[in-house]
């Protein structure tokens, strides 16, 4: 794959998505749209659907209306793990790793998953450690390493790592997979800025080199300004505005009703 213009069909969509829990509608009619090889972004203040339309694409909530695209499939009422399946990875937001395995121990893993399924669990549990990866494995492995700037650390044990670091290897682990469209829940939560420049550099690499279509829930605007190409704005449940990082900036509604001093600190800045 290769990184595509904006103009190439999303590998990941929701449509007219509304989402009731009895009478709260946490989501109305919302369109998203996740595009290849960028990164987009969606935010909103407190209850404004984030986590609910997580859980609409990811698989983990069915809507009460509207449909969700993966590539070229309807999986709007398709499980997670079909999902999985037909190429959409996620993160979570504490990072679920084997403590005691290598960064290159559990990209290995990840990739074996999809790759040599019935080996896996064999290779996680035998004692003495993982079955030797052969030379496809390797590249694909060193390559990731490589572009998530884990090269440093790739014999530590992922216990002994700084927060930041084990989201990029959980960064690493979802694609690992070579997924088309990847969800990430707050990857930015509880990191300093300097894991934050490092993550966000990973992340804009990742694209570019893979292609992947990534969706960016954050809380951290400033953050999604930087590294988004295209940007959603929630607000009660409703599409508030969507756009150009320039676009949100101007936008006055998205000023009111949720950005204000946060952009404006950072256009000082
Ligand atoms: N399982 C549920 N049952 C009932 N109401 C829910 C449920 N999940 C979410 N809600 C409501 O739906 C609305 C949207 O919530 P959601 O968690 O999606 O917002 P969010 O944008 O992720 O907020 P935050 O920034 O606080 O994480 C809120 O009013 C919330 O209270
Ligand atoms: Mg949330």
Not at 73 to 100: N, W, Y
Request: proline share 4%; hydrophobic share 45%.
């Amino acid at each position: 794959m290769s990184a595509m213009t904006g103009t190439a069909a999303p590998v990941l969509e929701a449509r007219g998505v509304s989402v009731h829990f009895g009478g709260i509608k946490a989501l109305q009619g919302v369109d998203v749209a996740v595009a290849p090889g960028a990164i987009t972004g969606l935010v909103g203040p407190n209850g404004a659907g984030k986590t609910t339309l997580f859980g609409v694409l990811s698989g983990l909530l069915r809507p009460t209306a509207g449909t969700v695209r993966l590539k070229d499939h309807d999986v709007t009422t398709a499980s997670a793990q079909t999902r999985a399946r037909k190429g959409l990875a996620r993160t979570f937001q504490q990072p679920e790793l084997f403590l005691g395995l290598t960064v290159r121990e559990h990209l290995t893993l990840a990739y074996r998953s999809t790759h040599h399924r019935s080996r896996l669990w064999t290779d996680a549990f035998t004692a003495g450690g993982l079955r030797r990866p052969d030379t496809d494995e390797t590249a694909r492995v060193d390559f990731l390493l490589d572009v998530l700037f884990l090269g440093g650390v790739a014999d530590q044990p992922v216990g002994s790592l700084p927060l930041g670091t084990s989201r990029l290897v959980e960064v690493g682990r979802a694609l690992a997979t070579s997924p088309a469209a990847l969800l990430l829940d707050e990857p930015l939560a509880g990191l300093d800025s300097y894991e934050v420049d490092k993550l966000a550099a990973a992340l804009r690499r990742a694209v570019a080199e893979e292609g992947t279509g990534m969706l960016l829930v954050e809380h951290d605007v400033s953050m999604v300004l930087s590294v988004c190409r295209r940007i959603y704005v929630l607000d009660f449940g409703v599409l508030l505005a969507e756009g150009t990082p320039q676009q949100i900036r101007d936008d006055p509604k998205v000023r009111v009703a949720y950005l204000g001093d946060e952009v404006i600190a950072e256009e000082k800045s």
